[in-house]
């Protein structure tokens, strides 16, 4: 028996302890059916979902079209080197391209079909963005540079977005070396301060989201996004104090692309990052340290005082002015659209930054679950198939708890003809049976927040707080939509409050909307 | 090596297959006995057990430690026993469309009908309690952890577990002294006959 057990020894739940280890221990050692995990279908299984998480959900690359008239070298084999075309104006000054390789090389990049040799498939419209991007941070080029170890003898190579040794290109990464008089570092260990920046692209900002899980630790990155991954990851194993990033500030451009900033101290030194997120999910991302940024590896001491660049050669200010830059634009090919028919929620629906699930593919229903944790189950098994879309994003904090990932599926259960209405007074019912009212587990306060009439044919909230979990009910004739908001962690989800109800009557309006909408050429209304 | 490049290989670090299978053949029946308390289904269990060590696979550059492996298997476990029977569904069918997931195998016929009555007594005792704290006893007694560890594996604090720890028996205590079980006290009987 664990130590625990031995805590409530002591305690006047002994009598108790000892009875539940006797019940236990009394059902071990039974015979039990035959069964045989099948470790190679389960490794098959997880090589797909790591695929599917590395490179999203795949699909066709549905082309960036140039808009921009350029000068261009055809090299052969339908590749194009844009390198002798004139870059952006401003800082940059409209000097040729492939001059940005002075200040900046190229790191590597991650792919659906494997490792790509980056040095040589340069996308124009990511030459295009770090051009304009240098020419806001270095615009007399008299500090950053390329290879800290000298000039690259070998240039890369910019190609046209489509590009077939672009095809399937997930991310791509570049970074500069930071000195005060613009000359090349000496060999390790520093000892002038020197700055790192790094920029990175990516086809979808959402592949990025969400906890990153270690040690039962939940790894903080920079406005909820794994921009830094891997040095981020590196500090879990070392002495270092994971980063207290600064909230994230968002500002919204004209073209509806958002820029968020946010920053961290390590000692004496700064991490700031700065990224720009577009409709199409692409994302430009910038990352400056302001000492030498280690390596993942050998992440074990706070950056030193005396090799930290003082002042710092960057602020959240300036990236956001950087990455404000209209020259700057999505250099991927968006992910296909989901929800094509519209029946569903938008993910801004929801609240700002929500997406589609980047992960989870199009999901069918089958069983209309009703339960409250404390009853038995009264699902409806065997339904037509419905079809159910997967969200993800940030609910704030204040009505809905603390600020975290969360994730909302909205899901069609088309009901037997005729038991619409019954189902709907059933599922309140077991909605508002829940118990174990002040206890952190079970369903606890199982409340029922009744919606106004006019959202649907019925509506309704189930909130389980303490289940991390909001059910949102709206019915159609015989067909109850229902989105289920869950938090993967064990952190309350209660949206009893006033501004809370505000929030979830809106999602619920929502999903009717969408469905009557999608539903009108059908049904003639 | 750079930043993109290192978290591609972090993210997409693969186990080595014999290893894994290893791993695999190792922890998977005692995973599925818990998660069978859990949710009262050997099938279910059992697809349960294959969605946690599909997710080990997927996050095993995440997962380096080698003693964070029966953590990280446990927890995804009892997240998805806690998580509500539909989202284990769509899992299954999800699985199902896209990978090439062995059929469970059948369970055989019982060997001894008898021989399991303490085991079924007990699953259907905790398929009275909510999930949270069917979740907490079954760590505390079946898979004996302390109050400290449950609390890490569940995400909530040690008075949490001990709080449920006691509504949970308390809870059972009922269940056991029903007027089912007075109808029937064999079949409830534990190793002490203290039911």
Same mark, same amino acid.
């Given at each position: 028996m664990g130590e625990g057990a031995g805590d409530m020894r002591n305690t006047e739940h002994t009598e108790e302890m000892d009875w539940a280890r006797d019940l236990f221990d009394g059902a071990r050692g039974e015979a039990e059916p035959f069964w045989g995990a099948d470790a190679a279908a389960i490794s098959r299984a997880g090589d797909r979902r790591r695929r599917l998480r590395t490179a999203g959900t795949g699909g066709g690359l549905l082309g960036l079209v140039a808009v921009t008239t350029a000068v261009a070298v055809t090299l052969g084999a339908g590749t194009t080197d844009f390198g002798s075309a004139p870059g952006p104006g401003g800082g940059w000054g409209g000097r040729k391209l492939q001059d940005v390789f002075r200040y900046a090389q190229v790191d590597g990049g991650s792919g659906a079909l494997g490792q790509k040799d980056f040095s040589q498939h340069v996308p124009r419209s990511a030459a295009v963005d770090l051009a304009a991007l240098i020419g806001h941070l270095d615009p007399a080029g008299a500090h950053l540079l390329g290879s800290p170890a000298g000039p690259a003898r070998e240039q890369p190579r910019i190609v046209g977005d489509r590009d077939s040794g672009l095809k399937d290109t997930m991310s791509l990464a570049m970074s500069s070396t930071w000195t005060a008089d613009g000359s090349y570092p000496g060999p390790a260990p520093v000892t002038e301060p020197e700055g790192r920046l790094s920029y990175s692209f990516f086809k979808?900002? /959402? #592949? #990025?989201?969400g906890p990153v899980l270690s040690h039962g630790t939940v790894l903080p990155e920079p406005c909820g996004l794994a921009v830094d991954f891997d040095v981020h990851f590196g500090m879990l194993s070392g002495d270092a104090a994971l980063p207290h990033w600064s909230p994230c500030r968002y500002t919204t451009l004209s073209d509806g692309s958002r820029i968020g900033t946010t920053s961290a101290a390590y000692g004496t030194g700064t991490e700031t990052v700065a990224v720009r997120i577009f409709d199409t999910g692409n994302m430009v991302a910038l990352s400056g340290w302001d000492f030498p940024r280690p390596d993942s590896s050998d992440?074990?001491?706070?950056? /030193?005082p005396k090799t930290v660049v003082k002042p710092s050669p960057w602020s959240e200010a300036g990236f956001q002015a950087a990455l404000s830059d209209p020259q700057i634009g999505p250099v991927f090919a968006p992910l296909p659209p989901r929800n094509a028919d519209g029946k569903f929620l938008d993910p801004a629906d929801i609240g700002p930054y929500w997406v589609y699930d980047p992960n989870q593919g199009p999901l069918t229903t089958g069983e209309f679950v009703m339960d409250n944790g404390c009853t038995p189950d009264h699902s409806i098994f065997g339904l037509a198939p419905g079809s159910a879309l997967q969200y993800q994003g940030m609910l704030p904090g204040g009505f809905a708890g603390p600020e975290s990932p969360t994730t909302a599926l909205e899901g069609e259960y088309r009901l037997p003809a005729g038991t619409g209405p019954a189902t709907m007074r059933a599922a309140r019912t077991y909605a508002s049976g829940g118990c174990d009212q002040a206890a952190p587990f079970g369903f606890s306060k199982d409340t029922v927040i009744e919606l106004p009439a006019g959202i649907g044919d019925d509506a309704f909230v189930e909130d389980q707080p303490q289940m991390s979990r909001v059910r949102v009910y709206v019915r159609f004739g015989d067909t109850v939509l229902e989105t289920v908001f869950s938090r993967p962690s064990v952190q309350p989800l209660d949206v009893t409050s006033a501004a809370g109800r505000t929030w979830v009557q809106g999602v619920a309006r929502k999903m009717a909307e969408h469905w009557a909408s999608a539903s009108a050429p059908a049904t003639g209304k | 090596m750079r930043l993109l490049e290192e978290r591609r290989l972090l993210g997409e670090r693969r186990p080595d297959d014999r290893e894994f299978a290893e791993l695999v053949a190792a922890r998977a029946p005692a995973l599925r006995r818990t998660a069978h308390l859990m949710c009262g289904d050997w099938h279910q269990a059992e697809d349960l057990v294959q969605v946690a060590f599909i997710k080990l696979h997927a996050a095993w550059g995440r997962v380096r430690r080698r003693e964070d492996l029966d953590a990280y298997l446990r927890r995804t476990l009892l997240r998805a026993c806690i998580d509500e029977k539909r989202r284990a569904r769509w899992r299954r069918e999800q699985l199902a469309a896209a990978d090439d997931l062995p059929d469970p195998v059948e369970p055989g016929a019982v060997p001894d009908a008898d021989a399991l009555s303490n085991r079924d007594a007990l699953v259907k005792a905790l398929r009275t309690l909510p999930p949270g704290q069917r979740a907490v006893l079954v760590l505390r007694f079946w898979e004996d952890q302390s109050v400290e560890e449950t609390a890490r594996l569940l995400g909530c604090t040690t008075g949490t577990v001990k709080s449920q720890t006691a509504r949970g028996l308390t809870a059972l205590r009922a269940v056991f002294a029903s007027p089912a079980h007075a109808a029937d006290p064999a079949r409830y009987t534990t190793t002490e006959g203290k039911a």
């Open positions: 979808n900002a /959402d #592949l #990025l989201r992440w074990t001491v706070a950056p /030193d | -």
